[in-house]
T-cell receptor, first 115, second 110 residues
Framework: DTGVSQNPRHKITKRGQNVTFRCDPISEHNRLYWYRQTLGQGPEFLTYFQNEAQLEKSRLLSDRFSAERPKGSFSTLEIQRTEQGDSAMYLC?????????????FGPGTRLTVL | AQRVTQPEKLLSVFKGAPVELKCNYSYSGSPELFWYVQYSRQRLQLLLRHISRESIKGFTADLNKGETSFHLKKPFAQEEDSAMYYCALKGFQGAQKLVFGQGTRLTINP
């Protein structure tokens, strides 16, 4: 499968623990995005990378959230001191920088449950 | 502020009937509009975008700037169209984030 992959697919954790998710974009896609989706809502933008540079961050991304893309390939999203309100599906997407606007291809998501 | 509204959370129609999923947006400039679809147990995928002016799987959508709408239409629904549909907006040129509506679950009854 050459699509966007995310690991783990499911994560259950206790409140206060740290969690880290990984996203592997489609090969040679230099743009990478993180979104969060809660039940009954559409995805909400969290952050965006072009290569290794984090170019945009949402106000949703509190100081407990950090995202990295150290070599411009895979990305990690870490949530520190998780809260029950962090329970959601975390989606990753990637797109090629061919022109100004390009299709974003989504991964299957990581479902986080905070107990 | 950028906002996308899909007024119907659920929509149910019979096979062969016309379908219209509504999408209204709020944006002061010239946005790009998209429809994404998520079939059962599959990932979110692009259905169509307004700049392409194409028909995908029989669906079309026209951007109406006067009414700030981007409704998705299909003249004859098929059972395989049952899915979750999201309207999304991308703002000014160079901005990359997508702003999604809350989605409409479309069910096609046999």
């Amino acid at each position: 499968d050459t699509g966007v992959s995310q690991n783990p697919r499911h994560k259950i954790t206790k409140r206060g623990q740290n969690v880290t998710f990984r996203c592997d974009p489609i090969s040679e896609h230099n743009r990478l995005y993180w979104y969060r989706q809660t039940l009954g809502q559409g995805p909400e933008f969290l952050t965006y990378f072009q290569n290794e540079a984090q170019l945009e961050k949402s106000r949703l991304l509190s100081d407990r959230f950090s995202a990295e893309r150290p070599k411009g390939s895979f990305s990690t999203l870490e949530i520190q001191r998780t809260e029950q309100g962090d329970s959601a599906m975390y989606l990753c997407a990637s797109s090629p920088k061919v022109r100004i606007s390009d299709t974003q291809y989504f991964g299957p998501g990581t479902r986080l449950t905070v107990l | 502020a950028q906002r996308v509204t899909q007024p119907e959370k659920l929509l149910s129609v019979f096979k062969g009937a016309p379908v219209e999923l509504k999408c209204n947006y709020s944006y002061s400039g010239s946005p790009e509009l998209f429809w994404y679809v998520q079939y059962s147990r599959q990932r979110l995928q692009l259905l169509l975008r307004h700049i392409s002016r194409e028909s995908i799987k029989g669906f079309t959508a026209d951007l109406n700037k006067g009414e700030t709408s981007f409704h998705l239409k299909k003249p004859f629904a098929q059972e395989e169209d049952s899915a979750m549909y999201y309207c999304a907006l991308k703002g000014f040129q160079g901005a990359q984030k997508l702003v999604f509506g809350q989605g409409t679950r479309l069910t096609i009854n046999p």
